[in-house]
């Protein structure tokens, strides 16, 4: 949020790059940095009537002017620097643990990680947790840390033995998390070489080909919204049905129109929802900044 003040932009946008929010959660390609001193010619009071921005970049922006334009030396796009605490711990492992616990829900599979969860033994240097997992109202960062080291593998048991059609979507499920995990755990490294930095931007890939397996469940409020309403007009219209049709007839077409309702309902999901957010986006600054800098250091 300190960037979004700073440099007078809305928090949906990156602050560094020219990045279309549609785009927010799409593998990185190369984007133009930030030219604020463009962004000062399109500001209200300097339009003259008719005139057009050249691009939807300048909409991003949400205060005013960027607080570092003119100012000798500086250049206010290299500005930001990549936060594991605020970007993973605190916003991806957050979500990482909603999408979790909606997919172990949806498989039946929630009763055995709080089994698990409650059996993690004691270790140097892990703490071992004090509460079921579902208890836990508030993560805080040195939570998210101790979580970082133990989910995968809580996950890992109680995702075992998977029914014929359920060894997919666990399998993708699995490595989703793992990859985010993985590149949470190199990027702490205190120093880095090619072949690191290469394995970062590997499982960051890995992280966006797998997360797919959790569109479902990254459901904004307007997106439910659409759903309910979808929902309330088939069931209206199955209530108006149910005062023509014969009882045994009925109870057949009661359960072609569930079938029917849960694929609408998945299709209006899948349709809308998606995985733009800024936090997804932010990913992909730790790699180039770790590049800048060791290059820079050399």
Same mark, same amino acid.
């Given at each position: 949020m300190e960037n979004v003040a700073l440099h007078g932009l809305k928090t949906?946008?990156?602050?560094?790059?020219?990045?279309? %929010?549609?785009?927010?959660?799409t593998i990185a390609r190369s984007y133009p940095a930030r030219d604020y001193a463009r962004y000062q010619r399109y500001k209200p009071e300097n339009q003259t009537s008719g005139s057009e921005t050249d691009d939807d970049h300048v909409m991003n922006l949400g205060i005013g002017q960027n607080i570092f334009h003119g100012l000798d030396r500086v250049s206010?796009? @290299?500005?930001?620097k990549p936060d594991i605490l605020h970007t993973i711990y605190l916003r991806l492992f957050k979500h990482m643990l909603d999408w979790s616990e909606a997919f172990l829900k949806k498989h039946g599979r929630l009763q055995a990680f709080d089994a698990v969860w409650k059996a993690l033994p004691p270790y140097p240097g892990f703490l071992v947790p004090k509460k079921a997992y579902r208890e836990v109202t508030q993560w805080q960062g040195k939570e998210m840390r101790n979580l970082g080291r133990c989910i995968l593998g809580v996950l890992a048991v109680a995702l075992r033995e998977p029914g014929g059609a359920q060894a997919i979507p666990f399998k993708r499920a699995l490595r989703c998390v793992?990859?985010? #995990? @993985?590149?949470?755990?190199?990027?702490?490294y205190r120093s880095h070489t090619p072949d690191t #930095?290469?394995?970062?931007?590997?499982?960051?890939?890995?992280?966006?080909?797998?997360? @797919? #397996?959790?569109?479902?469940?990254?459901? %904004?409020?307007? %997106?439910q919204a659409k759903? @309910?309403?979808?929902?309330?007009e088939i069931r209206h219209q199955?209530?108006?049905m149910r005062e023509r049709v014969a009882t045994s007839q009925w109870r057949q077409m009661r359960d072609d129109d569930r079938d029917a309702e849960d694929a609408l309902r998945m299709d209006k999901i899948h349709g809308e929802s998606h995985f733009n957010f800024i936090k997804m986006h932010l990913l992909s600054h730790f790699c180039d900044h770790i590049r800048v800098r060791r290059t820079d250091s050399l």
């Amino acid at each position: 949020m300190e960037n979004v003040a700073l440099h007078g932009l809305k928090t949906s946008a990156c602050s560094k790059y020219e990045v279309p %929010t549609k785009e927010l959660g799409t593998i990185a390609r190369s984007y133009p940095a930030r030219d604020y001193a463009r962004y000062q010619r399109y500001k209200p009071e300097n339009q003259t009537s008719g005139s057009e921005t050249d691009d939807d970049h300048v909409m991003n922006l949400g205060i005013g002017q960027n607080i570092f334009h003119g100012l000798d030396r500086v250049s206010a796009s @290299d500005l930001y620097k990549p936060d594991i605490l605020h970007t993973i711990y605190l916003r991806l492992f957050k979500h990482m643990l909603d999408w979790s616990e909606a997919f172990l829900k949806k498989h039946g599979r929630l009763q055995a990680f709080d089994a698990v969860w409650k059996a993690l033994p004691p270790y140097p240097g892990f703490l071992v947790p004090k509460k079921a997992y579902r208890e836990v109202t508030q993560w805080q960062g040195k939570e998210m840390r101790n979580l970082g080291r133990c989910i995968l593998g809580v996950l890992a048991v109680a995702l075992r033995e998977p029914g014929g059609a359920q060894a997919i979507p666990f399998k993708r499920a699995l490595r989703c998390v793992r990859a985010l #995990i @993985d590149f949470n755990m190199m990027a702490q490294y205190r120093s880095h070489t090619p072949d690191t #930095i290469a394995y970062m931007e590997e499982y960051l890939d890995q992280l966006h080909r797998m997360k @797919d #397996i959790f569109l479902e469940f990254q459901v %904004t409020k307007r %997106t439910q919204a659409k759903v @309910d309403k979808q929902r309330q007009e088939i069931r209206h219209q199955r209530a108006r049905m149910r005062e023509r049709v014969a009882t045994s007839q009925w109870r057949q077409m009661r359960d072609d129109d569930r079938d029917a309702e849960d694929a609408l309902r998945m299709d209006k999901i899948h349709g809308e929802s998606h995985f733009n957010f800024i936090k997804m986006h932010l990913l992909s600054h730790f790699c180039d900044h770790i590049r800048v800098r060791r290059t820079d250091s050399l």
